[in-house]
């Protein structure tokens, strides 16, 4: 990063931190459900990456708290970071039923580990980590939806056929009373036997909900 910028030229702030999500932050993020069970004294060096690099991005004088530069960048601590990250995690592995070898192996493993053994609080056990913060966050693991396999495998499912033929005769630039015209016409004389449904994909953002209209005609 520090090839890609200097006091009077190169990449500007909002270039460098893509890069460094991309680059860094990304590698750091990867594994992190397994290393965050390390000592503190460890997972202090990622931190120490974390505040170079958004310094780099900023610009900033050593003696700038790395705080100031976490909340100017819009990025959080990395502590914080993985406690979200595992958390996804774990409720990613909830969605499956309680017969799953991940989640069974988890939870038992983890839950005599944390409580047969004296373990440090912060060397508690992935499964345990993630409990702890959905405790906190009064998170109910039992309205998250459960994934289901679909029936039909997705290859033996019939694809549809999509026409495009109306965009060699007109485009949005065309006039609006024509582009109806047209795509009438198409309608009423090619589909005439078909039922149609009409939507325009928009949902509403409480309830999720889609609606459509069917024209039997």
């Known amino acids: 990063m520090k090839l890609l910028t200097g006091t009077k030229w190169g990449a500007n702030s909002h270039s460098l931190r893509n890069i460094y999500i991309a680059l860094i932050r990304s590698k750091i993020d990867y594994g992190c459900e397994v290393y965050n069970s390390a000592s503190h004294s460890v997972k202090k060096i990622l931190d120490r990456v974390q505040s170079q ?75 345990i980590v993630s409990k702890d913060m959905i405790n906190q966050h009064d998170v109910d693991i039992n309205q998250i939806y459960k994934y289901k396999q679909f029936p ?32 009438n016409f198409m309608i009423d004389t090619q589909y005439r036997q078909f039922l149609k449904i009409y939507t325009d994909g928009s949902k509403d953002p409480n309830s999720n909900k889609t609606s459509c209209a069917f024209r039997n005609t």
């Open 53 to 127: 690099a958004l310094r780099i991005c900023t610009g900033a004088y050593k003696n700038v708290a790395t705080s100031g530069l976490q909340v100017e960048m819009g990025d959080p601590p990395y502590e914080e970071r993985r406690q979200c990250l595992i958390t996804k995690s774990f409720l990613n592995i909830s969605s499956h039923e309680d017969n799953h070898p991940t989640k069974e192996s988890l939870a038992k493993k983890a839950t005599f580990l944390c409580y047969s053994r004296e373990i440090k609080q912060n060397k508690k056990p992935y499964f």
């Open 152 to 183: 039909t495998p997705p290859w033996h499912l019939t694809k549809p056929r999509v026409c495009t033929q109306l965009s060699s005769l007109i485009s949005k630039k065309d006039n609006p009373h024509l582009i109806r015209s047209e795509s």
